[in-house]
């Protein structure tokens, strides 16, 4: 069982930057794929980015392509996502998930641990 906590959602203007955290606890880290997905009221979640369990791997939902970088530091079980040039339209709940079936994946079908979320709201 994997326990992931986000944290580093504000309110902050167009233009802006934010960093999120995803926390891990509860096994060893390192062997687990992370992605970050978000979700804006009235729409369904959507992929953001991932990255493997390595760090060697990152992927990236083209809205979000040259603005957001995903990292990770597996000493710290945690993984970021760096968020800069923000758009209202990132405006949303933003989730981590891992999985430590081999994949990393861009659907959320394939995430089997989740975190609560953290509010991004991004003000024009």
């Known amino acids: 069982q994997v326990q992931l906590v986000e944290s580093g959602g504000g309110l902050v203007q167009a233009g802006g930057s934010l960093r999120l955290s995803c926390v891990a606890s509860?096994?060893?880290?390192?062997?687990?794929?992370v992605g970050w997905f978000r979700q804006a009221p009235g729409k369904e979640r959507e992929f953001v980015m991932a990255i493997s369990w390595s760090g060697d791997n990152t992927y990236y939902h083209d809205s979000v392509k040259g603005r957001f970088t995903i990292s990770r530091d597996n000493a710290k079980n945690s993984v970021y996502l760096q968020m800069n040039n923000l758009k209202p339209e990132d405006t949303a709940v933003y989730y981590c998930?891992?999985?430590?079936?081999?994949?990393?994946?861009?659907?959320?079908?394939?995430?089997?641990?989740w975190g609560q979320g953290t509010q991004v709201t991004v003000s024009s």
């Open positions: 509860g096994r060893t880290f390192n062997s687990y794929a």
């Open positions: 998930a891992a999985d430590s079936g081999g994949i990393t994946g861009v659907l959320s079908y394939e995430y089997k641990y």
